[in-house]
């Protein structure tokens, strides 16, 4: 594999289970929004969609307390190789340490680290699922990020049910113009999940 200056060689193993897969390596670049979105039109030119189960597929950029506040993403590549992608620099002060919020955002810094750094992504939705089910005092911020996760991990366990009633009552949210400004990624993904459903269809 190769991009720019970065190459990744891979060797081929007879009979390989590519879902059974091990081999995983870290890929620091300077900006991994940039490569997330050059990975999304790739993937959307390839597939028709951005694929968030099965093999490729591939997460979107989000902070991971397990490796100190760094936003990453992942992608797991045919072969079942995890690439994972962190930027070079170290988070800054107001980024790094613990979640600045309720037991919801904290519910979703969990769920973040068992779906996409360890891959267990059913013990991640009903982790969240609890979460969202006792989190009434939760912000409307916290609320709808963890419900746009949630609608992205129902996808990606084949649930499209539970990813329209997730993205249901994120629609149902007032959100403040300040709101919506500090969630515009997480707006934006939800729209880019929405459009890659209809493709799905």
């Known amino acids: 594999m190769r ?7 891979f060797f081929g193993i007879p009979d390989f ?20 979105r ?3 039109d790739g993937l ?11 093999i490729p597929r ?11 506040g760094l936003a990453g993403f992942t992608v797991v590549d045919p072969g079942g190789n995890w690439i994972r992608i962190f930027p070079v620099s170290s988070p800054t002060a107001g980024e790094a340490g613990a979640t600045t919020g309720g037991k919801l955002a904290r519910a979703l810094e969990n769920a973040v680290v068992l779906s996409d750094s360890h891959g267990d992504t059913a013990q991640a939705a009903k982790i969240l699922d609890g979460a969202l089910a006792r989190a009434a005092d939760a912000s409307a911020v916290e609320r709808v990020e963890a419900l746009a996760y949630r609608a992205e991990l129902a996808l990606t366990l084949a649930d499209p049910d539970r990813a329209n009633a997730a993205l249901a009552e994120v629609d149902s949210i007032e959100l403040t113009s300040l709101d919506r400004e500090r969630l515009a990624d997480t707006l934006s993904a939800v729209a880019e999940l929405r459009a890659d459903d209809d493709g799905r269809r």
């Open 58 to 68: 591939m997460t979107r950029p989000r902070r991971r307390r397990n490796v100190g």
């Open 38 to 40: 050059a990975f999304v």
């Open 44 to 54: 959307r030119a390839a597939y028709g969609k951005v694929p968030l189960s099965g």
């Open 3 to 9: 991009r720019g200056d970065v190459e990744l060689h």
């Open 17 to 36: 289970d590519p879902a059974a897969s091990y081999g995983s390596c870290i890929v620091q670049v300077p900006d991994t929004g940039e490569l997330h």
